[in-house]
């Protein structure tokens, strides 16, 4: 019964276990991320009109930001997962 | 605008749709199982799979209604993709690998994997089905659009062409055909707008309104009296209280419309569209049409002072055109919302907004998103609300999710996300420079904020207007064959074989999923011909609420909190379901554009976006039903 429980959750393995965390931590950075943006574009909008580098204001620079950053991180996850299965093991 | 038919595009679109076509029937033979058929056998190598999901995703509100928004209304438009991408990452992290574990073919099968039950099959199901038909709604809105531009056919006939030809794809080849489409369309969708990103740059910008366009005049009431020609007409009835004056010329007996620009009595050029007592359409007081005696909308999109006071910039390089436009005033164009109506007819204005640059390039240029810079809190939550939608949305959409049951494994599961999002990514980069590109490049519809960048890429000419108008149509047909692929997966999976207990083998449960997608292709065909009109961004709004509020409660609280039981899963569908869509069709947009309520009519909810409130209404009525429904065991396990 005990077994069975947590194959129902879908989270068997130590490598499952292990690859939900990192996905929930990296999902919370991403997150902090978010919310600054729509903090930002909710109560201090003007500030996002400021020009910050190279003559392109914020509201740029954030936007690409949370792109690129949501690409990073999807990187870094995928680099640092563990293998579930026999056949990702054998695939990886 | 009355657009021409262009040879070249409808030879385009013809050898495109020949291609997708040829595909269909091709892969036919791969889908005779329903796993071949609502899966793909889960053969699917996960780079195609992964550009899939860009095609999937990067639908016609993707593609024409982010491009118009960010043309008429600057930074806007760019929120709706910075939350779309947003949204893959709750999909990445949190659901895409236990889904991939859990399920078979469909959303409920996740849901229903722990608990074996009818109730929690139904509900996923009837979600599915709903969010489905939602997301396909602005999809065929978007292929009317098109059909107009490209083979010159009236708005209902795109719609029942799209209706028609996803009917077939899916039919003849089910999940085979639709992913190979959908890779086909993701990527031409990201190298041509690449393409033409590039050729937005190398034009640069100019104050000079292209060959043959006239620039809008101003000028100041006393001026215009002073006028020998004209006649001033009173502000009688309607007119007096709306901040119009009317010139008529004494020659022709033309009205001249203006629209007051301050209190100094300067005014504005406007445009205006009359539907005559006898049903006829008029622009400025004549007959609609290209032919003599005849007049159409002029186009609009214009930078009227460019920083530098030069007249034209050159080749501009990424970072240079932003800051080039930051520094610009550029003249855009608004729809009144107010039509004026006489003796004559009734009255739809269209004026002019002079901008600058930098208030472009922050939020809160359209009215959906204005609430942001102003004080009223209400303002504020709407835009959270719907920014929230958008985060939340993505893993909830039922077409999203079946993506993850056509590759082998978890592995090949989180390799395709990245790949969609990157590709999804890169594609909304690009999608700020169409729609800046297309706001300055003086092609612009004023009456149309869905047609921006198939009109951008006619300024280049006939042979980018006819690629673009190809794959917006072709970006139209893989969304739809995923979203009528999912529905129809629900009905025969989830509804008929699980819920019903029909007893069907493999070919009748591929029959089933077949009738189901003509069924469901019809209703998307008369939904869209419903909604004409409406904005394709906004209404994809609406459904990731839906889909938030319905699905992703269940979703997430069933993999993370061990309580959940499937009383509360079922609640949760259904209160989320409920609630948000009740919301959606009592909100002032659907009440005016939708029911077409008279102006002054009951406002039953504070802002039109549901999901700040549905969304947590959705985890709360889980947890408190699913404590309350404790099994004694449980409990007593627990203590």
């Given at each position: ?80 997962c563990r293998p579930e299965s026999a056949s990702e093991k054998g695939t990886s | 605008m009355i657009y021409e038919r262009s040879a070249l595009a409808i030879a385009v679109f013809l050898g495109l749709l020949g291609i997708v076509l040829g595909i269909s029937f091709r892969l036919g033979a791969k889908a005779k199982s329903a796993s071949g058929f609502f899966a793909a056998h889960g053969e699917i190598p996960w780079f195609v799979n992964g550009i899939a999901f860009a095609g999937d995703y990067l639908s016609a509100a993707s593609f024409l209604g982010i491009c118009g928004l960010v043309a008429f209304y600057g930074y806007d438009g760019f929120l709706y993709s910075i939350g779309y991408l947003a949204g893959w ?87 085979v055909s639709t992913t190979w489409v959908q890779f086909i369309k993701g990527g031409m969708l990201v190298v041509f707008c690449g393409i033409l990103t590039v050729m937005i740059l190398n034009r640069g910008i100019s104050t000079i309104p292209p060959d043959g366009q006239t620039p809008f005049a101003m000028a100041s009431e006393e001026e215009l009296s002073a006028n020998g020609d004209l006649e001033k007409l009173p502000a009688e009835g309607n007119w007096a209280e709306r901040p119009y004056v009317r010139f008529r010329d004494k020659q022709s007996g033309l009205v001249k419309i203006w629209r007051k620009a301050d209190d100094k009595g300067n005014l504005t050029e406007t445009q205006y569209s009359t539907v ?364």
């Open positions: 019964m005990d077994q069975k429980a947590p194959r129902d959750t879908g989270i068997t393995s130590e490598s499952e276990q292990y690859n939900a965390r990192l996905g929930l931590r990296l999902f919370l950075v991403y997150c902090l991320c978010y919310g600054g943006f729509m903090g930002l574009s909710a109560f201090k909008v003007t500030a996002l009109r400021d020009v910050v580098w190279r003559g392109v204001p914020l509201s740029l620079w954030y936007g690409f930001g949370l792109i690129a950053g949501a690409l990073v991180l999807a990187v870094i996850y995928m680099v640092l | 990452i709750v999909a990445l992290f949190v659901v895409a690998e236990p889904l991939k574990r859990m399920g078979k073919y469909t959303f409920a099968d996740a849901l229903d994997s722990r608990f074996h039950s009818k109730g929690i099959k139904l509900a996923a199901a009837i979600s599915t089905l709903i969010v489905s038909l939602f997301y396909l709604i602005p999809q065929m809105v978007g292929a009317g659009n098109l059909i107009l531009p490209l083979l010159g056919l009236p708005y209902e006939a795109g719609v029942v062409l799209v209706g028609a030809v996803v009917i077939a794809i899916v039919v003849t080849a089910g999940m005559s007592k006898d049903g006829k359409k008029l622009v400025g007081g004549i007959p609609q049409g290209r032919g003599e005696g005849m007049a159409d909308f002029r186009p609009v999109g214009h930078v009227t002072h460019l920083a530098g006071d030069v007249d034209k910039t050159g080749p501009l390089g990424p970072l240079q055109f932003f800051q080039t436009l930051q520094e610009s005033e550029v003249l855009l164009w608004s729809k009144d919302p107010k039509t004026v109506t006489d003796d004559s007819g009734e009255f739809t204005m269209y004026y002019q907004r002079r901008e600058r640059g930098a208030d472009l390039m922050m939020p809160g240029g359209s009215s959906s998103f204005a609430g942001v810079r102003k004080e009223a809190l209400l303002g504020k939550l709407n835009f959270l609300s719907l920014m929230l939608a958008l985060f939340a949305g993505t893993a909830s959409l039922p077409h999203i999710l079946i993506r993850y049951y056509t590759v082998k494994d978890s592995a090949a599961a989180r390799k395709s996300t990245v790949v969609g999002i990157a590709a999804i990514g890169l594609f909304y980069v690009l999608t700020l420079y169409l729609g800046f590109g297309a706001m300055v490049s003086g092609s612009l519809d004023p009456t149309s904020d869905n047609m921006p960048a198939p009109l951008l890429a006619r300024s280049f000419g006939q042979l980018p207007f006819a690629i673009v108008s190809a794959i917006a149509f072709t970006t139209v047909l893989g969304t739809v064959s995923g979203l009528i692929l999912a529905a129809s997966g629900a009905v025969a999976h989830d509804l008929m074989t699980n819920f019903l207990g029909m007893e069907m083998n493999d070919a009748d449960m591929v029959r089933a999923g077949k009738v189901s997608a003509v069924l469901v292709g019809i209703l998307a065909i008369v939904l869209g011909i419903c909604f004409k009109g409406f904005n394709v961004a906004f209404l994809v709004g609406w459904a990731f609420s839906i889909a938030a509020s319905a699905n992703l409660p269940s979703l997430v609280m069933l993999l993370f909190w061990k309580p959940t039981n499937k009383q509360g899963i079922i609640a949760s569908i259904l209160v989320g379901l409920g609630s948000s869509l009740l919301w959606v069709l009592l909100s002032n947009e659907a009440l005016d554009n939708l029911f077409k309520l008279k102006a002054g009519h009951m406002q039953f909810v504070p802002f039109s976006q549901p999901a700040i409130v549905t969304l947590p209404l959705g985890f709360l009525v889980l947890i408190v039903v699913s404590l309350l429904t404790q099994k004694p065991e449980a409990q007593a396990s627990k203590s």
